[in-house]
Nanobody, 122 residues
Framework: QVQVLESGGGLVEPGGSLRLSCAAS????????GGWYRQGSGDERDMVAS???????DYADSVKGRFNIYRDFAKNVMYLEMNALKDEDTAVYYC????????????????WGQGTQVTVST
């Protein structure tokens, strides 16, 4: 069973930055494809950013130009770098993983983390 672990959430002032990390429990495997969703209080869970196996990225309109999703294959971690944070970015952020890779081997599925809280406030 693959577990997904997020970290890096916290409290930040408007205009500040945070970097979220996502790693799979099978640490010998790289996160090849996946992304981030978020859910604010009383809201639906919405896509924030995704990265495909080939490296193509996609972002919600509300975060384009401010957020950056990328993979570090050396550390087997996927990151969400968040800049110029706004009050409306406050939410629980969830990492999901679609594909893990180790050499020529792959694990594909729909694996979700438990979420990490991001609060943007003065």
């Amino acid at each position: 069973q693959v577990q997904v672990l997020e970290s890096g959430g916290g409290l930040v002032e408007p205009g500040g930055s945070l970097r979220l990390s996502c790693a799979a429990s099978m640490r010998d495997f790289s996160i090849n494809a996946g992304g981030w969703y978020r859910q604010g209080s009383g809201d639906e869970r919405d896509m924030v950013a995704s990265i495909a196996a080939g490296g193509t990225t996609d972002y919600a309109d509300s975060v384009k130009g401010r957020f950056n999703i990328y993979r570090d294959f050396a550390k087997n971690v996927m990151y969400l770098e968040m800049n110029a944070l706004k009050d409306e970015d406050t939410a629980v952020y969830y990492c999901y993983v679609e594909e893990l890779r180790q050499g020529g081997g792959y694990i594909r599925g729909d694996f979700w983390g438990q979420g990490t809280q991001v609060t943007v406030s003065t």
